[in-house]
């Protein structure tokens, strides 16, 4: 995925935070301090990068980590067997809203809690297909956010494969069985290409 598109991702990421800690902000007393889960498959050094764009533009809505918002990080490291857990420990602390990155975490925390509203991150899967939500347009539940729905996208990718290498055989497709969004995409691109 192109550097414009992360940014991108990360931009309406901050804008979907903003507007559900104004949500928030509006039912709440005015002195409270908001509390934000971040819960990430990723590691501690590639996720807290990664989430200083978001730490600036809540710093320009005049929320500060610290002062008037405390944001409780987590890090799946990439290991599916403890995201449950995470994703209850967050639940424990009651924070109040939780923001979510990494595939097969999103499913932890939804089913971890069915009040506190999570935003998820650059989802790679279709969340209507795997059941997060109802549609894009009205998602239900306590899931917004934004997704990379990239299945819709494999007929094109092997299209423009072919276009630019010829006499395309045979290609390798890697994916995680472990994530249902993943089988999906798979299952899509073989249906593709058999039809071609």
Do not use: H
């Amino acid at each position: 995925m192109s550097r414009s598109i992360n940014i991108k991702i990360v931009l309406l990421a901050c804008a979907s935070l903003i507007w559900a800690l104004f949500q928030l902000a509006a039912a709440q007393q005015p002195k409270k301090v908001t509390r934000i889960g971040y819960l990430s498959s990723g590691d501690l050094t590639s996720e807290f990068t990664r989430s200083e764009p978001i730490r600036l533009a809540l710093r320009g809505f005049g929320y500060i980590d610290g002062q008037n918002i405390v944001i409780e990080y987590r890090f799946g490291e990439g290991k599916r067997d403890q995201y449950a857990e995470l994703a209850a420990e967050l639940v424990r602390l009651k924070v109040d809203i939780i923001l979510v990155t990494g595939a097969g975490v999103l499913e932890a925390v939804k089913n971890a809690t069915k009040t506190i509203p999570i935003v998820m991150v650059g989802w790679g899967g279709d969340p209507v297909d795997a059941g997060i939500i109802e549609s894009l347009a009205r998602p239900g539940g306590n899931v917004t956010g934004i997704t990379n729905i990239e299945s819709k996208l494999g007929g094109k990718r092997l299209e423009l494969l072919k276009e630019a290498v010829g006499k395309v055989i045979r290609v390798a497709v890697l994916y995680d069985s472990a994530i249902s969004s993943s089988l999906r995409e798979v299952k899509e691109d073989l249906s593709v290409a058999r039809a071609r």
